[in-house]
């Protein structure tokens, strides 16, 4: 064959595949796109969204807020609604990457969100203008009753060497530094390096004690009983305590975070209209409803303990915790990005160490 | 079929678009990433970085671990592997496929197999209590992470060993007999010189994989043993810091090229002396 031959194959090829690609590209009308952690929302209620509204939710899933980040500020895909925690949030604020949201457009978000969840998001959305809060939780540690004999109400037991190796810590910057930083009694959010260096010290001598570091793998070990105690979210310690009922969960009377995730609004939002009746949508109770069984995270909507309806879940101070719980405490605020920096440096010593 | 030159080199086309598009613009990326710093200026502070943080005890680690690994896959398939080309006419391909089956398996998966197996109330020392024997502390330790490495590469190590003593000419051994060389002989002058070439390149399809992985450390080192490979891991996932990663990539780049060279160095000598 000669070789001209060849090259026009190889170019009719090419561009039927280029024709084909392009074919698949044509652009729905009426859509949202929305960008979440993943498994975050009861996939039965975007049904009935798009039933009810005609709208087609296109839904992609993030697994950390860093992974998060770097997809929205390069702007590679166009996201309309976006689900980060506090300091992320606190973060794309900052860095000019979310709209202020049109409050008259979300009476559902203004009715039935609790006034104290908007007061505590004010800490990372001064007057509440960018963000409407969906989950919420606090972090605890989780112990074995038959494991730990004494009382658990301080960080403090996590450096306890009668539990050497029976211990489990997240293995994430902030959450790491939170728990030495509140047993100094200092705030979570520190910028001074020599706290700094005081809290990773407490780390370092901690390590011997940890059998690992984790993320979600924590959820299976404790269900296992792989180990004495462990560092969780509430969300999280529900579920493990729903299938290993020798575990009990404690916030430390130190401190610890409170968390909130909130749905937001991307600058360069197409659908903005459809953005807001999806947030709006979200607060609508009988939806809420529907996420918070599915998720097992606390919700910060009014409406839903009187839907709830698992006695057990409905009666159980993890779920839906009493004022006490949260009352004074601090959520992360994002601290910038050389401190941000700053405080994986710290953390990634101390696990190389 | 034959080419000449033209249509020859007309067919490589495709194959060096693909590296040039593929592999070498990359490598480009990753070394000029590596030696500049966020205002684009040439800077060579990132690469330095190995000798601070404690990244340097993490690359020595992965060094001596992969070393491990490699010697203990080496161990492993060579007798198996002798054994395999003795039996070639029975049932030596069932056994072959036991050693390439797991390569059809997710790595990913039986590394998270190994989890559950080795993990504190895993399937080991709920045998070792039925027997009343103590349990086994091994996972998240560094002898957990080497048992994960040698599971997922031993196959890359049977392969070329296998196909190297398959290649062996019978008569040359039969030669050796007739010459009056005992079976221990043959072995040491015939045998493992010819296969040193297969060796070789199992050698290099372990380490350099053990070198670089982050998975096997992540799932089977509880997060507390931090390979080289889980920090660039880090350096881009959490921290987002490309020239960081990237400085420590090229860094493992210079280890890995080392590692050809020398292999590179015994192969064509030993050649040479077969020839």
């Given at each position: 064959m000669n070789k001209f031959k060849i090259l026009a194959l190889l170019l009719v090829s090419l561009l039927a595949f280029g024709v084909a690609g392009c074919g698949g590209g044509d652009k729905k009308e009426n859509v949202v796109y929305v960008y979440s952690?993943?498994?975050?929302?009861?996939?039965?209620?975007?049904?009935?969204?798009?039933?009810?509204?005609g709208i087609h939710v296109i839904l992609d899933e993030f697994d950390t807020?860093?992974?998060?980040?770097?997809?929205?500020?390069?702007?590679?895909?166009?996201?309309?609604v976006i689900c980060p925690s506090d300091y992320m949030i606190q973060k794309l604020i900052d860095n000019d990457l979310i709209q202020p949201l049109d409050f008259t457009k979300l009476p559902d978000a203004k009715k039935y969100i609790g006034e104290e969840f908007y007061k505590q998001a004010e800490s990372f959305d001064p007057g509440n203008k960018y963000s409407v809060p969906y989950c919420w939780g606090t972090v605890g540690i989780i112990?074995?009753?038959?494991?730990?004999?004494?009382?658990?109400?301080?960080?403090?037991?996590?450096?306890?060497?009668?539990?050497?190796?029976?211990?489990?810590?997240?293995?994430?910057?902030?959450?790491?530094?939170?728990?030495?930083?509140?047993?100094?009694?200092k705030s979570m959010n520190e910028t001074d390096k020599d706290v700094l260096a005081q809290a990773q010290a407490m780390l370092k001598k901690q390590k011997p004690l940890v059998q690992a570091y984790v993320i979600d793998e924590v959820k299976e070990k404790l269900i296992n009983s792989e180990a004495a105690m462990g560092v969780v979210f509430s969300g999280e310690a529900l579920i493990i305590l729903q299938q290993n009922p020798n575990m009990a969960f404690a916030i430390p009377k130190e401190g610890t975070n409170f968390w909130i995730d909130g749905w937001v609004i991307t600058k360069d939002a197409q659908n903005v209209d459809n953005a807001h009746k999806f947030i709006d949508f979200m607060c609508r109770p009988d939806i809420a409803v529907m996420n918070f069984d599915y998720l097992g995270y606390s919700t910060p909507n009014t409406a839903v303990k009187d839907l709830e309806e698992d006695e057990e879940i409905k009666n159980s101070p993890i779920a839906f915790p009493s004022p006490e719980v949260y009352k004074g405490q601090e959520t992360y605020k994002y601290l910038g990005n050389q401190m941000d920096e700053y405080y994986n440096n710290l953390w990634m010593q101390v696990k190389v160490d | 079929m034959m080419f000449n030159l033209n249509t020859r080199n007309f067919l490589l086309t495709p194959f060096l678009i693909w590296a040039g598009l593929f592999i070498f613009i990359p490598l480009v990326f990753i070394v000029w990433y590596g030696v500049t710093d966020y205002d684009g200026n040439f800077s060579l502070t990132n690469v330095g970085l190995i000798f601070e943080r404690g990244y340097l005890d993490a690359l020595e680690l992965s060094i001596a671990l992969?070393?491990?690994?490699?010697?203990?896959?080496?161990?492993?398939?060579y007798p198996l592997c002798l054994i395999l080309t003795e039996r070639r006419r029975d049932n030596s391909t069932i056994i072959s496929l036991l050693f390439i089956l797991p390569l059809w398996m997710n790595s990913l998966l039986s590394t998270m197999a190994w989890q559950t197996i080795l993990e504190g109330n895993g399937i080991i020392n709920q045998f070792m209590r039925l027997l009343s024997l103590p349990d086994l502390h091994m996972i998240n330790t560094e002898g957990a992470i080497v048992l994960g490495m040698v599971y997922n590469y031993l196959p890359y190590m049977v392969l070329p060993l296998y196909i190297s003593l398959t290649k062996i000419d019978k008569r040359i051994l039969e030669a050796a007999r007739d010459l009056g060389a005992n079976s221990w002989q043959t072995f040491t002058k015939i045998i493992l010189p010819l296969t040193i070439p297969g060796a070789i390149s199992g050698i290099t399809m372990v380490f350099i994989p053990a070198l670089t992985t982050f998975v096997i450390s992540a799932l089977l080192g509880g997060g507390k043993l931090l390979l080289i490979g889980n920090i660039i891991e880090q350096e881009f996932t959490f921290q987002y810091d490309w020239h960081v990663g990237c400085a420590l990539s090229v860094i493992l780049m210079v280890f890995i090229v080392l590692n050809m060279l020398l292999t590179a160095a015994f192969d064509t000598s030993h050649e040479e002396e077969d020839f």
């Open positions: 952690w993943g498994d975050y929302l009861d996939p039965e209620v975007l049904k009935i969204f798009e039933k009810e509204t807020n860093e992974s998060m980040y770097p997809r929205v500020a390069e702007g590679a895909v166009h996201y309309d112990y074995d009753k038959t494991k730990v004999t004494e009382p658990v109400d301080s960080w403090n037991i996590l450096w306890n060497d009668k539990y050497t190796g029976q211990i489990l810590m997240q293995d994430s910057a902030r959450d790491a530094m939170m728990i030495p930083l509140k047993l100094m009694g | 992969a070393l491990i690994s490699t010697v203990i896959c080496l161990l492993l398939a």
